[in-house]
C-alpha cells in the first residue's frame, strides 16, 4: 500500500497483523498520509503475503524484505516504524542497513537479548498452533468482534492457513540479533 506525499514512512506490522489491522484499521496510514508518502506491506508469512512452509524462508529474509521494497520503490532513505515483530525487524535493520534510515520508531519492541530457550520456546509453540488445538473455534467465537485481539485469534485459532505465522516463528530465531553499533541516531523513548 503507497498512499501520500511528502518524506517516506515504511510501516512494519507486528506478529499475526497486517497492513489492514495495524495500520488501516487504527487511522495510522490515513493521518500520516496527509504530509508524508506512506509505504506498507504485509510480511510474507501474514496478511495478502505468500506464506512459505519452509521457516528458512522468514528470519533474514523477513529483514531484507523491506530494504527490497525500498529499493524496487527507489528510495535511498525513509523514516521506518516498525511495531512488535516490526519493531524488532526495524532495530534489525539499524544494525544492518543504518544508512537507509531517515528515522526509527520502535513500538512494542521484542526482546533485547534472545536466548537458546526462546527459540526452543518458539518451536514448541509453533508445534502446538500448527496440530489440532482443542476448541479453536471457541476461542475465535469467545473473543469479542471489536476487541483488537479478535484478529490474532482467528488469524492463530480459526483460519486454516496459518502456516505462515508458525514458520515465521519458526525462522526469527537469533538471527535477528546483532552486535550493538554507533549509529549516530538519538535514541528517544516514548511511554503511553
Known amino acids: 500500500v503507497e498512499q501520500g506525499v511528502g518524506e517516506p514512512v515504511l510501516l512494519i506490522h507486528g506478529y499475526t497483523r497486517s497492513i489492514e489491522t495495524n495500520w488501516v484499521e487504527p487511522g495510522v496510514i490515513q493521518n500520516l498520509a496527509r504530509d508524508h508518502r506512506v509505504i506498507a506491506f504485509d510480511l510474507r508469512g501474514h496478511g495478502k ?5 519452509d521457516p528458512a524462508a522468514y528470519g533474514a529474509n523477513l529483514v531484507q524484505d523491506a530494504i527490497r521494497l525500498l529499493d524496487h520503490l ?21 544494525t544492518t542497513n543504518p544508512d537507509r534510515f531517515l528515522t526509527a520508531t520502535l513500538g512494542a519492541a521484542g526482546y533485547w537479548n534472545w536466548k537458546p530457550e526462546y527459540d526452543r520456546n518458539a518451536e514448541a509453540y509453533a508445534a502446538e498452533l500448527e496440530g489440532e488445538v482443542p476448541f479453536r473455534g471457541l476461542v475465535v467465537a469467545m473473543t469479542p468482534p471489536d476487541d483488537p485481539d479478535r484478529v490474532s485469534a482467528e488469524l492463530i485459532f480459526g483460519v486454516p492457513d496459518c502456516r505462515g505465522a508458525y514458520e515465521t516463528l519458526r ?22
Not at 77 to 88: D, K
Not at 171 to 192: H, K, N, T
Open 171 to 192: 525462522g526469527r530465531g537469533a538471527e535477528f540479533l546483532a552486535e550493538p553499533v554507533d549509529s549516530g541516531y538519538e535514541i528517544r523513548a516514548f511511554f503511553r
Open 74 to 94: 527507489g528510495i535511498k532513505r525513509a523514516h521506518i516504524v516498525g511495531y512488535s515483530l516490526g519493531a524488532t525487524i526495524t532495530a534489525k535493520l539499524l
Open 49 to 53: 503475503s505468500g506464506k512459505p512452509t
